[in-house]
T-cell receptor, first 113, second 111 residues
Framework: KAGVTQTPRYLIKTRGQQVTLSCSPI?????VSWYQQTPGQGLQFLFE???????NKGNFPGRFSGRQFSNSRSEMNVSTLELGDSALYLC????????????FGPGTRLTVL | GENVEQHPSTLSVQEGDSAVIKCTYS??????FPWYKQELGKGPQLIID?????GEKKDQRIAVTLNKTAKHFSLHITETQPEDSAVYFC??????????FGAGTRLTVKP
């Protein structure tokens, strides 16, 4: 069974731009969660989607948004990028709504210049 | 909300020794406690998890213990090997809620 895939793996943007990251969950999984990982703040929960609906949301500004498609693939978007948005963005898939047994992808490394 | 504290932040052991990493959580409603291993350039990998109705779980050289009363849980790695070197994260979550992670422990196993 293929694991969680994320594209692109690396991205360089400048302040003020917007970015879209993509995540394909494990086949059959319907829940996708997004996390931001930075050296200073660690792993922080962004949001979770299940069956195209946002089920949970972390404490991030509205510039961070996401969506999920009918095939469970998910995208997250960050608008008006700031230097502090530089991070590793991880998505995790789960077979159940909620956060049991989450399996992570390799992440997208975003650098904002 | 949930707060997860993890200790130590770094741990260095000799190959063959045991390693123990400890976490505490604040929300007594949390009922799922996974441990992840993250190697350089990779996403976190689930290595073992425990639910609140179980006190201990073991998988070969890895074990996790949970003390619900004290709200802490620990990861035990026996007979450590150099390939165990990585950053380990604990986490806690409630059903249908976001997962809160500890700050991580960098484990180094010296050959």
């Amino acid at each position: 069974k293929a694991g969680v895939t994320q594209t692109p793996r690396y991205l360089i943007k400048t302040r003020g731009q917007q970015v879209t990251l993509s995540c394909s969950p494990i086949s059959g999984h319907r829940s996708v969660s997004w996390y931001q990982q930075t050296p200073g703040q660690g792993l922080q929960f962004l949001f979770e989607y299940f069956s195209e609906t946002q089920r949970n949301k972390g404490n991030f500004p509205g510039r961070f948004s996401g969506r999920q498609f009918s095939n469970s693939r998910s995208e997250m978007n960050v608008s008006t990028l700031e230097l502090g948005d530089s991070a590793l963005y991880l998505c995790a898939s789960s077979g159940l709504a909620g956060n049991n047994e989450q399996f992570f992808g390799p992440g997208t490394r975003l650098t904002v210049l | 909300g949930e707060n997860v504290e993890q200790h130590p932040s770094t741990l260095s052991v000799q190959e063959g020794d045991s390693a123990v990493i400890k976490c505490t959580y604040s929300d007594s409603a949390s009922n799922y406690f996974p441990w992840y291993k993250q190697e350089l350039g990779k996403g976190p990998q689930l290595i073992i998890d425990i639910r609140s109705n179980v006190g201990e779980k073991k998988d070969q050289r890895i074990a996790v213990t949970l003390n619900k009363t004290a709200k802490h849980f620990s990861l035990h790695i026996t007979e450590t090997q150099p390939e165990d070197s990585a950053v380990y994260f604990c986490a806690a979550s409630k059903v249908n809620n976001d997962m809160r992670f500890g700050a991580g422990t960098r484990l180094t196993v010296k050959p």
